[in-house]
């Protein structure tokens, strides 16, 4: 197995100074915990393979690129995707950092949406796409990262659909009414291009529950405990909170070298309590609340004047961008406001630092420091509280930390407070700087055995290994879907039979759903198929319906095939007169119909369909997350108001419908069948009402399901268009059959002419 990592930032940056390229290793928490990783597996595993595509940062000239692709795969096994300085302008600097990084951090007033900062960021989805396919091989298995490369995904299962694909987003995930800011067109190929993969991950819960509901509101698919069940795959969405490489801090911290940095920083600071802060520049961390919560703390405790101070160290990012530049103004006016109005001669109350610390001076800064105030208005996870805790060999210090942050969520031993409230940074600063040395100590073991156990080589295993499973879904989708040896055995099966029997489902079978029914009309080409099928002598052809017989007789009346309406009621033979297939009242409609048309107005968007022997309360224009309330709620009133009544609650794909027991597609087709004495049954449906059909055929038969769900066919295909291929695929084949394309366009759909009188209901 080959893992292919995919991120926006390679392991190492590169900078060309007079003419020369320069590189040194990247940064972020991303890169950093990747790398650790990757060198971690190394060591216990001689035959790991891997491959790590991503930005070498900066705009390298064509010249130089040919040594950086050297550099990179000697070094760290890594191949750049080279981006041109307009694009990054665009993608980088524009549609990540101006849209959807303010956006998914909730700062929606900061979040700018210009079409060419989205077509910049479809552009780049696609260069890194066509970089990774160039040697892409089909039993690799592919890790993409963040926020991104969101489309992604979807790009790779174009060209292997088959493919191992995992995605994970290292910020926050928003909720839908955050999300649903992006235009539409936008949010909706965000989501397709997450759902490419096989497995998605998130930081937290939350993070996980809200793209969940998003997916949900902008695709439509329901989830079961994570897993999404796409018309032709399986997605599974997880929480895999990441960690450090706790070791190494652990052993950074416990060295006498570092212990040497951190007395000597703490004899500067000999009588006084060290609060330590270190972030990047960046309107989500929160530094201005975290100073006005200082300021707060000082105001409120004079006695503490002299006697402590907060060490603020701030790491210059995003400098190009407007709202950082503004920033960081009002950061250096806020920290000379509280040293003019708190500092005197003898005591500086704050010392602010503006640049980047190196690894081995902010170990010591986290071993010297008393207290460590992490409170981010919002973030993903941030490893900087990790780290913290990591770094104390004596397991003192206290952590004050943001309830914002994904860390909280496993971090309970903290000081967890709200970063938007000035008076709890001013009672956790005095409750952590007069917590007892026992209760510190107490703290720090719990939260260091936890950091340890599940520390970031764990969380990549385990996200591999959740991508791993997904296999297992796969082969089993795999196994029963339509293709390969199984069509081919079909195929030949229904070249040698003489009789065959086709029997159709119509909605999400022949046609995709529509948001109201009667928008679902056949089109030329349905039915010039369907004609085509039904002149082969051999074939006897139905179409086999929830639908009123009205609109059956009314699009397919004219052709030579067999039709069977309301999911079994009536039944109309080729050539013959509909009838009844069971005597069967709807003295029970008036009784049932106000429960159905009162969760109608309940739920806007929904509407009532009545049909000659069954009632359909229809719910796919509504809002899917208040429509799953409703129809749970419905199902259980109709339940219990049709105990005593002969009728039967019937749910379909967005449908609810009450009909009479006893009346199903099973019973109908058992019927037709027995006058068609057929040696070839194909039998073709994609919602609950089918099932009852498929148990009914002979196990001889071909029962098909359209899309994914526990069925009782003995295949899958994915969609509608699927479905048509399959049957015109028989059409064209099979010695003796008209192609499709020589067939007759068939009856308009909109101008039928002369249907068949319709009888009285019995």
């Given at each position: 197995m ?18 020369t ?10 890169t950093?915990?990747?790398?650790s ?35 990179g ?19 980088y600097h ?14 929606p007033t ?43 995904p979807?790009l790779?299962?174009e ?9 994970f ?56 405990l ?80 002299g ?14 961008v407007?709202t ?25 109350p ?5 640049r ?34 990591a ?39 005095e ?6 040395l ?22 990549a ?23 390969g040896?199984?069509?081919g055995?079909?195929m ?9 029997a ?14 109201k ?10 039915l ?6 039904a ?35 009536w039944?109309r033979?080729?050539g ?8 069967i ?11 159905l ?15 000659e ?23 259980d ?37 027995a ?12 919602d ?17 399901r ?13 969609n ?34 002369s ?8």
């Amino acid at each position: 197995m080959r893992l292919i990592i995919i991120s926006n930032r390679l392991p190492f940056t590169v900078s060309v100074k007079d003419g020369t390229p320069r590189f040194r290793s990247s940064s972020g928490g991303l890169t950093t915990g990747l790398w650790s990783y990757l060198e971690a597996k190394g060591k216990r595993d001689d035959n790991h393979n891997y491959l790590w595509f991503g930005w070498p940062g900066g705009n390298i000239a064509p010249e130089h690129q040919e040594r950086v692709r050297e550099y990179g795969q000697q070094r760290f096994r890594a191949v750049p995707v080279f981006l041109p300085e307009e694009s990054m302008e665009r993608f980088y600097h524009g549609f990540c950092n101006k849209t959807i990084w303010p956006l998914f951090h909730y700062f929606p007033t900061l979040a700018r949406y210009q079409e060419d900062y989205w077509a910049e960021y479809r552009e780049v989805n696609g260069r890194f796409a066509e970089a990774v396919l160039r040697t892409l091989q089909p039993d690799d298995v592919v890790w993409v990262h963040d926020y991104q490369l969101m489309l992604l995904p979807r790009l790779i299962r174009e060209h292997f659909p088959e493919m191992l694909i995992g995605f994970f987003l290292h910020i926050p995930f928003p909720s839908y009414e955050v999300f649903r800011l992006l235009p539409g067109a936008w949010r909706g190929e965000i989501i397709e291009g997450l759902l490419g993969a096989s497995l998605v991950g998130f930081h937290t819960h939350d993070y996980t529950r809200h793209f969940l509901s998003c997916v949900l509101r902008t695709a439509g698919y329901e989830h079961q405990l994570g897993q999404l069940t796409l018309r032709d795959r399986v997605v599974k969405v997880d929480t895999f909170p990441m960690g450090i490489d706790f070791d190494r801090f652990a052993r950074a911290a416990a060295a006498p070298e570092t212990e040497e940095r951190a007395n000597e920083l703490r004899a500067q600071r000999a009588d006084q309590k060290v609060i330590f802060s270190v972030d990047r520049l960046d309107y989500t961390k929160g530094l201005i609340n975290r100073l006005r919560g200082y300021d707060l703390f000082l105001r409120r405790n004079p006695h503490w004047r002299g006697k402590v101070v907060f060490v603020i160290s701030v790491a210059p990012s995003r400098t190009g961008v407007e709202t950082y530049q503004a920033m960081k103004q009002e950061l250096e006016q806020t920290v000379g406001r509280i040293v003019g109005a708190h500092g005197n001669v003898q005591w500086t109350p704050l010392v602010y630092q503006y640049r980047n610390l190196g690894f081995d001076e902010i170990v010591a800064l986290y071993r010297m420091c008393d207290v460590a105030l992490i409170t981010p208005l919002r973030d993903g996870m941030n490893l900087v509280a990790k780290e913290f805790v990591a770094s104390r060999p004596d397991r003192s210090g206290v952590l004050i930390l943001s309830e914002m942050a994904g860390a909280a969520k496993e971090m309970g031993e903290a000081l967890v407070i709200n970063p938007f409230h000035e008076d709890e940074f001013a009672r956790a600063l005095e409750q952590a700087l007069a917590m007892p040395l026992e209760e510190q100590v107490r703290r720090n073991t719990l939260l260091q055995e936890r950091l340890r156990r599940y520390d970031v080589n764990r969380w990549a295993e385990e996200f591999i290994q959740g991508l791993l499973s997904t296999q297992k879904t796969e082969a089993a989708r795999r196994a029963r879907s339509l293709t390969g040896k199984a069509h081919g055995s079909v195929m030949q099966h229904y070249a040698a039979a003489r009789r065959r029997a086709l029997l159709l489902d119509y909605d999400g079978t022949l046609v995709p759903f529509e948001e109201k029914p009667p928008l679902a009309r056949p089109d030329a080409e349905l039915l010039a198929l369907l004609e085509g099928l039904a002149g082969d002598a051999a074939n006897h052809v139905a179409i086999i319906s929830g639908r009123p017989r009205a609109d059956l007789e009314g699009w397919f009346g004219p052709l030579p095939i067999t039709l069977v309406a309301e999911h079994g009621v009536w039944l109309r033979p080729k050539g013959g007169e509909w009838r009844a297939l069971r005597t069967i009242t709807t003295e029970w409609k008036d009784r049932v119909r106000p429960i159905l048309q009162l969760y109608v107005d309940r739920l806007p968007g929904a509407l009532l369909e009545e049909k000659e022997f069954s009632l359909a309360w229809h719910y796919r224009r509504a809002d899917p997350e208040q429509a799953a309330i409703r129809a749970s709620e419905l199902r259980d009133d109709l339940s219990d108001y049709t105990r005593n009544i002969d009728v039967q609650v019937l749910e379909g794909n967005k449908v609810l419908e009450v009909r009479n027991t006893g009346v199903s597609k099973g019973t109908a087709a058992t019927e037709w069948l027995a006058t068609v004495q057929a040696d070839f049954v194909l039998a073709i449906g994609d919602d609950w009402t089918d099932e009852d059909l498929f148990r009914a055929l002979p196990e001889t038969a071909c029962s098909v399901r359209v899309g994914m769900a526990q069925t009782a066919a003995r295949y899958h295909l994915a969609n509608p268009a699927a479905v048509r291929r399959l049957l015109r695929e028989m059409l064209e084949r099979h010695p003796g059959a008209a192609s499709a394309s020589e067939s007759p366009a068939g009856p308009n759909p909109d101008a039928v002419q002369s249907p068949r009188p319709l009888p009285p209901p019995a």
